[in-house]
């Protein structure tokens, strides 16, 4: 006959209280736990219970150091929201740095980290879940192709608090090999699914002005979500400084031509830095940023004489543009032209960086974009009829003019009951052009992969 062990009987609650007395940090509440592990003990002797008090573990736990679990958990956060790769782990010089200087926490290896990292994401999931449950949303989405050509799409919220600005959550980065407004919206709404975010939360919609993006707003709304979709208006805004830089041709070459006799020349920029101390280097204008051709513009009608003295003792045979540059220096008209810019589109630059802050109010932004219009409207100039007609297009939103009319109270849009909501509503989609740069590691390959394997889905 085989032999049976018995279960080992566990002992009455009045047993367990009079062994545990002798171990402050247990307790029992049914089962025996370790408040400084924050674990349960499946142990139910006294033997047993001074094995884990006498470990090392809950002697580290004790004197606060933090539990290996907890440590690979925020290092792996660290690193990815700080945009570090995980090949730093295997370098010998960080190795030797965190050995000196945090001799007693072992580092671990790349590939030990990576095991905590679908448990980070789903952490993470389950946090953004909870901000999200049964909140008002704004929601933006964006694409842009990555270095094979790729669409990728990223969608971004807010929770939409009537008494202060919130932060906004990266919720989605998908890569797709077609993007039209179908499979767009299908990764927005399949997104908010993930999230447990039924559509009828998201009560506003920004995108830029593109066709693509105008029809993901009318398909999210046959899908039944009532909101309102705003076009961004620092790219409306960013379209009006474009259409002052047609209008000023010869200005803008002079800033193209100068920018080539300064670019990766330290000759050059010594040159400058000594006949004019104290003014900073000229100013590159970046097509794809918001304003950086007004902020040139500006820049060069500040210090014109400054910077002609500089470019004309250059030899034209030694520096891309040199010569078309000294060109446009000479031409006394280009200076006229740079001080009419100054004195009538500055305001309009300074409108576009205030936009640019997610944290404004309805009520500032709609200031700001009033007084624009004030702006353009009061200036004479024949040039400005171009520059004013291109306004008057990008302001021809039906949806903004329906927000506006909930913030003044006059509106009758079922969304008005939400007006409260809209006190912080942001008009700009300036937060989902700037995720692209800050998570551009996501689609790496190599030493990016975990970092990928993180954030695909978050």
């Known amino acids: 006959m085989a032999y049976v062990r018995k279960a080992k009987k566990r002992p009455y609650a009045d047993q367990v209280f009079k062994f545990i007395a002798d171990f402050p940090d247990l307790i029992y509440d049914g089962m025996i736990k370790c408040k400084v592990c924050q674990i349960d003990l499946q142990c139910w002797d006294k033997g047993a219970c001074r094995r884990h008090v006498n470990s090392t573990r809950h002697i580290k736990n004790q004197n606060g150091v933090t539990p290996k679990t907890q440590f690979m958990f925020d290092l792996l956060f660290v690193l990815v929201t700080c945009g570090v790769p995980f090949l730093i782990l295997d370098r010998l010089p960080f190795r030797e740095f965190w050995k000196k200087y945090c001799p007693d926490v072992d580092l671990p290896s790349r590939t030990a980290l990576r095991n905590y990292v679908t448990t980070v994401r789903e952490d993470v999931v389950n946090r953004i879940k909870c901000a999200l449950k049964n909140k008002r949303l704004w929601l933006c989405v964006d694409e842009t ?5 790729n669409s990728i799409v990223n969608v971004i919220v807010r929770v939409m608090d009537p008494l202060k600005p919130t932060v906004p959550l990266l919720l989605a980065s998908k890569r797709l090999t077609e993007c039209t407004g179908q499979t767009i919206t299908w990764v927005v709404l399949e997104t908010l699914a993930k999230f447990q975010v039924p559509p009828s939360q998201v009560l506003m919609l920004v995108t830029d002005g593109d066709t693509t993006m105008r029809l993901v707003g009318r398909y999210l709304q046959e899908q039944g979500c009532r ?7 620092v790219h409306a ?3 009006v400084a474009e259409r002052i830089r047609k209008c000023f041709p010869e200005v803008d070459a002079l800033i193209a031509s100068t920018e080539k006799v300064f670019l990766k020349s330290p000759k050059h920029l010594r040159a400058f830095h000594a006949q004019c101390p104290g003014v900073r ?7 794809t940023r918001f304003g950086t051709w007004l902020e040139a513009a500006l820049y060069y009608a500040q210090y014109f004489q400054q910077i002609k003295v500089v470019v004309l003792q250059f030899n034209p045979a030694e ?5 078309e540059s000294q060109t446009k220096f000479r031409d006394i008209s280009i200076e006229t032209d740079l001080q009419i810019v100054r004195n009538n589109y500055k305001g309009l630059y300074g409108s576009i960086e205030k936009l640019q802050n997610g944290a404004l109010s309805l009520v500032e932004s709609l200031q700001i974009l009033d007084e624009v219009d004030t702006l353009l409207h009061t200036i004479d ?3 400005n009829d171009r520059v004013l007609e291109e306004f008057e297009s990008v302001k021809k ?3 903004f003019i329906t927000l506006k009319q909930i913030s003044d109270g006059v509106s009758t849009n079922p969304l008005t009951e939400f007006k409260e909501c809209f006190n ?3 008009v700009t989609s300036t937060d989902v052009e700037r995720s692209f740069t800050k998570y551009k590691h996501i689609f790496r390959q190599g030493e990016h992969v975990s970092m990928r394997q993180l954030w695909k889905h978050i």
């Open 381 to 383: 100039d024949a040039r």
């Open 237 to 239: 805004l960013h379209l």
């Open 281 to 287: 280097e000229p100013s590159q204008s970046i097509l």
């Open 145 to 149: 192709t990555d270095c094979k050509k």
């Open 227 to 233: 909101l309102l979709h705003v076009t961004c208006k």
């Open 319 to 323: 520096a891309a543009g040199a010569k």
């Open 397 to 399: 939103d039906s949806d």
């Open 424 to 426: 912080y509503a942001c």
